[in-house]
């Protein structure tokens, strides 16, 4: 069987269609950043009692979680000190939950928490500025674009690549190295990042939902509405009770010695 011929590209269409649709999606991100920086709502400040539950919890996990980088004896002063903090409730916002905790309660309403209706609202937003433009070019190149192919890439591929790459014109005979219009668009949604930090800066909201507001995320486990705290906390407690401990420094004249053959 003959091989397929191969392809001559037009040059008009990497000037009506390739750097169409890439200044489009920059031009698209860029004003997704600023319509972000528009809606995002003054940040609340959050009380101290609740801060400190937040941050107490995020020691213990940190003294579990790296507590082989100081001595034993610290590590053990450390550890008694806020097993005993933690099942005695000091840190907690509220003093009587933990004398109330075998009481049975009644799961709080998460959409009741003013600050959980707040993240929510913001999630939504940002959920919003991310879908309604992306679908918008999508249905702009889908009509307009489709079916064209744009390029060829300069390196040999796999056969793997070719659904990725030749998304929209289904022939087999075709070198997986040619990429389809709607191909490039999925491409730059995913490789302009780099772009927008340069005209934007490091911190911009205009790459994909998950990038456009890390602050607005709620961290797991940590002060979400209907999460019962005393347990967080006796939880802990019981985590830094059966944790071990290892110095990382202890006998490291000799590893090192042993390491280089120096004995």
């Not at 302009?192 to 911009?204: A, E, F, K, P, V």
Request: with cysteine; net charge neutral; charged share 20%.
């Amino acid at each position: 069987m003959a091989a397929a011929p191969d392809l001559v590209l037009d040059p008009s269409l990497t000037y009506w269609v390739l750097f169409p649709i890439l200044f489009v999606m920059i031009l698209v991100g860029v004003l997704r950043h600023y319509i972000t920086l528009l809606l995002q709502s003054a940040p609340k400040k959050a009380e101290l009692a609740t801060i400190r539950e937040q941050q107490a919890l995020q020691r213990g996990k940190s003294l579990r979680s790296n507590g082989y980088f100081i001595p034993g004896e610290s590590f053990a002063c450390r550890k008694a000190y806020l097993t005993k903090t933690f099942k005695e409730g000091l840190f907690l916002k509220d003093q009587d939950a933990m004398k109330n905790k075998d009481e049975p309660k009644q799961p709080p309403n998460p959409l009741s928490d003013p600050g959980g209706m707040d993240q929510m609202m913001t999630m939504v937003k940002g959920n919003m500025v991310m879908i309604i433009p992306q679908t918008l070019l999508m249905s702009w190149i889908n009509f307009f674009f489709s079916g064209f192919i744009v390029m060829k890439l300069p390196f040999p591929l796999t056969i793997r690549f070719k659904s990725i790459l030749q998304s929209g014109v289904a022939t087999r005979e075709l070198d997986v190295r040619w990429v389809s219009s709607m191909s490039w668009y999925f491409l730059l949604l995913i490789g302009l990042t780099t772009i927008y930090d340069l005209i934007l800066g490091s911190n911009n909201s205009a790459g994909s939902a998950m990038e456009m507001n890390p602050q607005a995320m709620p961290m797991p486990g940590m002060g979400q509405p209907g999460q019962d705290i005393v347990k967080m906390f006796l939880g802990e407690a019981e985590n830094l009770e059966l944790a071990s401990h290892e110095f990382i420094l202890d006998d490291i004249e000799d590893r090192f010695l042993l390491k280089y053959d120096l004995i």
